[in-house]
């Protein structure tokens, strides 16, 4: 965003899919503290893995032979590739609690595991990480996956993939060789590959013929860090085409617009993008003590765009929306070129409001800096 006449500077850019399962690791019958240190750490991760096959040392040395791309995969592998990657999740639970974290899955010797890592942090304060070995065995003909997390022995889950895209994994408490003494409800976990390129999954637990759902979890491509600034050089940014869904494309595509605005200097585009009322203002630096902060009204920024000058270029990056009905919200990392030369980088933060004709700007906040724009 443009400060004052003349200066701009705006601010600009899916966890967890382990799942908690406390009621579903309970019924194990395990004690008061192991148990806590599988449901805080292990259940709480291992809801969500699927498959391998091998005891303790074994798969932990396994570990370390990391294949980014192995030259052949399994059929069975095939099925559940759709997983592979760098991903944030976002984690809600059945009370409202929302729980986020990074997740990864990668294939290992040759492609003959599937080696999945993941922490984050649970709404509750508890420690959220684990490690996960899995794998299709051709000897059982079924998948299989061992999960490390927390205090307690590794857990034991078996699972299943009827189609590509879709991966399914069980456990039984009275079932396999980590069981417990006294049996229980059956927990499990789906992955499904979504249409919009993200994955969702569902923790269950099994209540006579119905599975209840614990824990729903989205996961989102994990976005690399902004470059750092290149002198002459503006990087591309992302754009409405980097959105997760139709409705946050429609969301971007706004912001877009703002920025199409801002490098032409044309005040008539950015006037059909603010509501009348909407206000604006820069937070001021984190390390001074806070200060009265104006508020002020939109059109001066459009004015100070309109003023002529060099083009202002405003490439974002990482950008999270969040939309609610007829809100929206957008926060997004952004650097801050006149013509070919940098000035600046922060972090925007944009309310927009669904009118009948279309999303408008209502309230925009940024933050100003020129140190720790982008990766070293």
């Known amino acids: 965003m443009a400060r004052g006449a003349g200066r701009a500077g705006r601010a600009g850019r899916a966890g967890g899919c382990i ?40 798969v932990l040395e396994a570990q370390e032979r990391v294949d ?14 759709f997983l592979v990657g760098e991903w944030r999740t976002v984690s809600e639970f059945p009370d409202g609690r929302v729980g986020h974290g990074e997740l990864s899955y990668r294939w290992v010797l040759d492609g003959g595991w599937m080696k999945v890592e993941f922490q984050g942090d649970h709404p509750a304060g508890t420690p959220w990480q684990a490690q996960v070995m899995q794998r299709w065995n051709p000897e059982s003909q079924v998948y299989e996956s061992w999960v490390f997390g927390g205090g307690g022995p590794p857990l034991h889950y078996r699972g299943e993939s009827e ?26 976990i789906d992955y499904r590959r979504q249409d919009d390129g993200t994955v969702l999954q569902e923790n269950w637990v099994l209540e006579g013929d119905a ?23 503006v990087p591309a940014g992302d754009s409405a085409a980097d959105a997760a869904t139709a409705e946050e494309a429609e969301v971007l595509a706004v912001l877009d617009r703002l920025f ?15 509501h009348p009322d909407a206000r604006m203002l820069v937070a001021p630096p984190g390390d001074v003590d806070p200060v009265s902060v104006p508020v002020r009204s939109a059109e001066a920024f459009i004015a100070s765009v309109g003023a002529g000058g060099e083009p202002l270029h405003e490439p974002y990056f990482n950008p999270e929306v969040r ?9 997004t990392f952004y650097h801050l070129y006149r013509g070919n030369t940098f000035g600046h980088c922060g972090h925007d933060s944009f309310e927009l409001v669904r009118t009948p004709e279309g999303w408008k700007f209502v309230f925009l906040a940024y933050t100003v800096r020129t140190e720790g724009c982008g990766a070293e």
Not at 68 to 81: D, K
């Open 19 to 58: 799942s908690r399962g406390l009621s579903s690791f309970a019924a194990r019958g395990r004690s008061g503290r192991g148990l806590l240190a599988v449901a805080a750490g292990v259940a709480a991760l291992a809801a969500p893995f699927p498959g391998l096959a091998v005891a303790g040392p074994a």
């Open 163 to 188: 189609e590509p895209g879709h991966f399914r994994v069980t456990f039984t408490p009275d079932a396999g060789p980590t069981a417990g003494p006294a049996a229980g409800p059956t927990t499990g």
């Open 211 to 233: 599975r209840r759902i614990t824990l729903r979890t989205r996961y989102r491509a994990h976005r690399p860090p902004p470059p750092a600034p290149v002198p002459g050089v």
């Open 68 to 81: 980014p791309l192995p030259q052949l995969l399994s059929p069975e592998h095939h099925r559940i590739a």
């Open 323 to 331: 939309i609610d009905g007829h809100l929206a919200n957008v926060w």
């Open 260 to 274: 199409h605005g801002m490098r032409m200097r044309d005040a008539s585009i950015l006037e059909e993008l603010f």
